[in-house]
């Protein structure tokens, strides 16, 4: 079976999902193409070396312009820090290998469009690692949308709710701390948790429109760790806005890292003419689904456990009732751009597709600033 | 309209919701008659008085045979401790009022075989306040049954969980405590209980055929509250059991005042060969739902509301969404054996009804004691 | 004991929910005063002494001036649609009468200052009829609050689901639907829905200053049930914004009857730096805490089942685990009112306080019409 | 670092869950020894060699004889069906070999005692697997208990419902339906789904004392799939039992596979006179928990979201609020057991451990066919 040589840069948190899925795809699918850990990237050698061990890598660097210029390289994933990735996934496309890139895709649309113009013009399979598309749950509605069975869309609304920042001795920087510092991230919880909420919301409901945005930022400086100054903090703790679909649909969006007692908890809900939809990251394997075409006396929110074998992706595991958790996500997200690339294509999201969900964060951005609505910007299809 | 003039025995907590049931059905049914609340008897005459005040009864007593023996009375309540309900019970219907008696119906099926006599004798409309069946839900789930929508049924789980006796210091019997006096009360949970239980099971899945059951006092003396004395408790805390129905299916009944955390959790599930259904009185309003026939990938446990006008008793209340509680359950009781005896008839449960449980919560003491399985006495139908 | 002799206007849903209330809170409360329901007004003679008949009242008019003329009315509660409240509000104030008046206050902000203006010159008892202040649930939440449980206040978001009016084919106006006519409600969700979320929220976290919204109408025309014809729709059939409150927190809010699957999902959730606290309507008796305070691996969402003694309003009801439901809420607000009103004071939400919603809706619907923030107008103190 | 030697028999369901724990707890936790696939054994020798293929085995063979007389197996893995138990896990603890058991032990206990005389005479780590025991919100229930949070112990409630094999087309016995074979199996949910309550329930409470069963085969006789005959069906397709544990509390145990509605839904509660614990397969990431010693408005069922870097293995896992899944509790089992092993120990549960729990079993079986009581058997400690 035809080999596609890996080369992963960044050993965070998003190294090891992505670490874990690769190796995890060969397992659980019938993959066209043998996906081998080749080399891992990061700054530090000696935590390089052990990250290799650990996770099968037969080689480390800490340049990846070395990737980039390997001929034994096929593939980069690039899984460190935002201002990262527009550099090297630019690079590795014009090296000519696939890119898969964390997201969100660039720090901005600016940044973007330079990456997905790169991919473009190599014409290299690409794809954005928004994972949350592949939790079979999230699958489904999809599904069902375009199934036609929801009908006309009224509504859709969506958060993600984290609480780990809400304490003032937290530094912003530093090692596993680069999501508070803003030259890093480019933005808060905008570009790290919104990003999110739109990629799916897109994908699930279409473009979204027009936007009216606001931002806050509760701690207004923090000492930085790799400095050890105080500075003022550069990054949005909180962002919501309303939006419309070009589909006339109504939307609330929020995100923020100060709502006491959730950790990770992303949540749609979508209603139709006929059905809704509802779903929540910290029981992922569930979806909510009420149709009112249900006889009457029995309509109700049916809270469907999606652990069934005509369940996407869940053949591939184990049986009825059994869940899975939040890395499988990826694992889909790997396999899924395995196969479409053994035939030269890309996998959803591209970048292209990630470029459009920058649109909108940097829409609301620009909405909070001005305190106005602001139209997302409009493109042509590729 | 014909007035039904209301001798209500006993001020007590069951005394609050008879009265309460009285009132409110008038204003929210259309009733064949006029519900009128004439006399209440409770031991304490000041007490009585205040109560009657309270409730707009038109006379207070402390002998409920004046009740019995007057002219005035044409219905006689009885929300009074068990040890009483036998000896008002038949001296009513001898005096040929209509007579409604707080569940268990007797101390026992012997008792209980006494009352059954003395209104079937009499001929007297009848119903005991087994007020759980006019829950919407659980009347929901019996009209689902008797349609068929589960077909054949293989299993019933029910469980009463309370919390409240778990304190060594609670003295046995005595004001608000006669529950746990054995002469008084005839048993502990499983006539308080389970009884229940029992009479919802039945209702919704036919007779029991035969029980193996077991039994516990944790806390084995207690002081009594009217002697002062240290005394063995004579109730059971705990009571379980495990059933065949007649119709073949398997069941599990259990009920505590130990089971911390729970402060009246009356839940119950039926599983059928085509569909399912789960209820519990915490969340009384709501009825869970599932249905095999539904399209594969969308099935799920549905959590009905039970607030529209279709449902069982809601048209009587508000608009769809908004709950009723506890109380409701007596009303709706009320209403419906009023129309019943407007027309000479008893309202289900009928004291016969009620001995059929008191058959079985028999069985289950007999059980517990021998340590065997014993069938359940089988009687003819009236 | 005093009696408080009741003229009631209207006779639709809300002015069942009042009657009840009236009369239930002489039963479950221990009043300083006596209710009596004395007269019904409603335009329908035939339909108002059948309402009369049903709830006990005294005598029922068609003119609700005959009731503000009347020496025998001590208080004019107002259940009637809304272009009906200022007229009757002002005039019952001038007549010396306590007054009590359904929500919204007014249709705007300018209607509702002639009516505080008309009470405050009066000086008489006065409440308007936001009822879900008094769910114990929401209650305690409250108390939470102000013991400052939930330490400072970052966000607030809140929303109020239906379905009710998705079918083209509801006229708009007439019998039970006036809600739809805009002349007559004044606006749609906005008024109906969100003046509901806003009350509760300026309770609980204090004034709103600014607001950002959006709204739809997503039927544009309807036929108007009392004319016939089709007609522009006037009134919103869904609206939301954003807000920042004055303490700093931000919120969004919603409204809407194009949320398939929902009846009345009235929800919020406030998050503390400390703690946080849910609740919804649909399940009214239930409330989530989450406490970070709490040691750590035990940390969780706790779901209170509001129905202990030491619960807001629960020492009147019934016992631990026995849930009451929605018109419960319309008794605690009548008992409160009438205990104040005893002593000359108004209850609270005041018609003062009813005008601080009218100023957020105006905003709102200011805002959306305008596309921009628009500040929610300050007013001095009483 | 030293490397461990990997024969495993079945390539099923369990040979998968084995081999990715295997394979996966390298990845995540610090190991002592390098886990080796070493070998696959299955019956056909192109499914096995696929398999191998798949998992990364470097051999496959078709006889586990070869494992147990290979110099090059340090450790064999059972994972086939329950009537090769006990021959392979002798064979193999007579050779030296450490051995790992899918559970059930045996088919009864008689087996489970020449087993257990294996290891325990050969002085080999060994281990069952009965997986439940390392969800970690199971380990902290366990935790908590052990802690003494709970308080004297008064209820324990336990049931493990599906409903796969309700369709009388269902063959019984063939290719991935040996469970339904009682030659194979050995019985039918008892000692596939009650062995894994019991367990658990062993785990967390102590010995049992003593039971009173009943069983139930829906559907007398089947078509065999292997035979294509009809035959009688000498599985039981559910069990139930009432038990009294050593400690005084009381128990209820239901396993099924007629209820419809569930797949895999074994829950289990825990009622202790502070502290309640409950927990389910189905939703496997949370506990739910009850402290009595909370402040009284404020006390609830807490929903913990086990997902903090403090609970019991989620340190190697991802980042709070993400969630794991099914074949995690494997990962941790071969983890735990490969540092056990390391140090020469065996880890829990021991087969003479799952001994116990055939004890139970094989009492649930005797109680319900002899209609009475049964004493568990009592034995001496290792």
Redesign the interface.
């Known amino acids: 079976m035809k080999k596609v040589n890996i080369g992963t840069v960044g050993y965070g948190?998003m190294g090891r999902?992505h670490s874990?899925a690769f190796?995890q795809a060969a397992?659980f699918f019938d993959l066209p193409c043998e996906p081998v850990l080749k080399t891992i990237c990061a700054r530090n050698a000696d935590r390089a070396n052990a990250f290799a061990a650990?996770?099968g890598y037969q080689s480390a660097v800490t340049d990846w312009r070395e990737m980039v210029d390997s001929k034994d390289i096929d593939l980069i994933d690039i899984a460190s820090p935002n201002d990262t990735h527009a550099g090297i996934a630019i690079a590795a496309a014009k090296a000519g290998k696939m890119v898969m890139c964390e997201k969100p895709l660039g720090r901005n649309a600016r940044e973007s469009e330079g990456m997905v113009a790169a991919v473009e013009t190599a014409g290299v399979p690409n794809m954005v690692w928004y994972n949350y598309r592949r939790v079979p749950a999230v699958t489904?509605a999809k599904h069902l949308i375009d199934d036609g069975r929801l009908g006309k869309i009224?509504?859709y609304?969506a958060?993600f709710?984290?609480?780990?920042t809400?304490s003032s001795d937290l530094p912003q920087g530093g090692e596993g701390l680069w999501r508070l510092d803003v030259n890093v991230a480019g933005s808060g919880v905008t570009g790290d948790l919104l990003a999110h909420t739109i990629d799916t919301a897109m994908w699930l409901n279409g473009p979204i429109k027009e936007v009216?945005?606001?931002t806050?930022t509760?701690i207004k400086s923090r000492k930085h760790s790799l400095t050890g100054k105080v500075e003022p903090v550069g990054i949005d703790d909180?962002s919501?806005?309303?939006a419309?679909f070009r589909n006339?649909s109504?939307a609330?969006f929020?995100a923020?890292r100060?709502?006491?007692?959730?950790?990770?908890?992303y949540t749609f809900e979508i209603?139709?003419?006929?059905?809704?939809i509802a779903w929540d990251?910290?029981?992922?394997?569930?979806l909510e689904?009420?149709?009112?075409r249900?006889e009457?006396?029995?309509?109700?929110?049916?809270?469907?456990?999606i652990?069934?074998r005509?369940?996407p992706y869940m053949d591939k595991?184990?049986?009825?009732?059994?869940?899975?958790?939040?890395?499988?996500t990826f694992v889909h997200q790997a396999a899924d751009f395995l196969i479409a690339a053994a035939a030269g294509k890309s996998a959803s999201p591209t970048f292209r597709e990630g470029l459009l969900t920058d649109d909108v964060t940097d829409a609301v951005l620009e909405s909070a600033a001005k305190?106005?609505?602001v139209p997302v910007k409009k493109r042509e299809e590729a």
């Open positions: 948190f999902t874990n190796r397992r650990k996770w489904l009224f509504h609304r958060k709710l984290q609480d780990w809400i009216s945005a606001a806050e509760f909180a919501m806005f309303l419309r006339g109504l609330t929020e923020t100060y709502a006491r007692g959730h950790k990770a908890l209603n139709g003419e006929h059905a809704s990251l910290h029981d992922l394997h569930r689904y009420f149709d009112h249900d009457g006396q029995l309509r109700g929110w049916r809270k469907l456990h652990t069934d005509e369940h595991w184990w049986v009825p009732g059994l869940q899975i958790g939040y890395e499988h305190r106005s609505w």
